[in-house]
């Protein structure tokens, strides 16, 4: 039977109404403004995950509006991708106090809201950003230069990290860097990705076709 769109839609909105005023981590009382809870094309084949909210994402309730979103923006259009194709969301949904790294607990508390969205949205890649990101959905200490733009094949989607943008800004020498990964993920994304149906009105998410891989290609990391 095929998907029904507005129940799926209402789902995630579901989801985001629960989460309105958590209370189940410490970070509700450390000062955040709001819940983060994500934004984007509900229907994506490839969701970018971060790790926290900002100061400017706390204020206006949406992941990426910073500095370090709108180098997201520049990188996202060097891929052919826009922010009306994809869907964002971050581990942790409420701003750490200071901006500082998120605790385990907060990540223990956070993660199952993350995994909800994932299966609700159902992506085929999901491009995590930072250090955090990426050892929360691979589930292994590994640090992102280890990994960063290479593709993971898991159960129901492609892990495919990067570095956070943020960094690039705090450490310029990494914007280079930061443009070759996006390069790759383009590589990646032309290898995979289905041409629109000619007859379509207006952008769609790009439709990803990403075979299983080889059983050589399965371990991660060996």
């Known amino acids: 039977m095929p998907r029904v769109d507005c129940c799926f839609i209402m789902t995630l909105q579901e989801l985001a109404k629960s989460l309105h005023n958590c209370q189940k981590c410490k970070l509700a009382k450390l000062g955040r403004t709001q819940v983060v809870f994500g934004v984007g094309n509900p229907h994506a084949s490839i969701m970018f995950v971060g790790e926290a909210p900002g100061f400017n994402e706390d204020q206006k309730g949406e992941p990426f509006v910073g ?97 956070h943008p943020a960094a690039a800004l705090h450490q310029g020498n990494l914007l280079d860097t930061l443009k070759e990964d996006f390069k790759k993920l383009k590589e990646f994304l032309d290898k995979h990705t289905q041409p629109p149906p000619m007859e379509a009105d207006a952008p769609a998410a790009p439709a990803l076709n990403i075979e299983s891989p080889n059983p050589a290609q399965m371990d991660l990391f060996g």
Request: hydrophobic residues 40%; aromatic residues 8%; proline residues 7%.
């Open 67 to 163: 500095a370090a979103g709108k180098l997201l923006n520049d990188l996202l259009a060097s891929a052919n991708l826009s922010r009306d194709q994809i869907y964002i969301a971050n581990v942790i949904k409420c701003r750490p106090p200071n901006n500082r790294d998120p605790e385990p607990d907060e990540v223990e508390t956070c993660k199952p809201f993350l995994m909800q969205q994932i299966q609700m949205i159902r992506p085929k890649l999901v491009c995590t950003l930072g250090n955090w990101a990426t050892q929360t959905l691979l589930e292994r200490k590994v640090g992102i230069t280890k990994v960063k733009a290479q593709a993971f094949y898991m159960k129901d989607f492609v892990i495919f990290p990067l570095l």
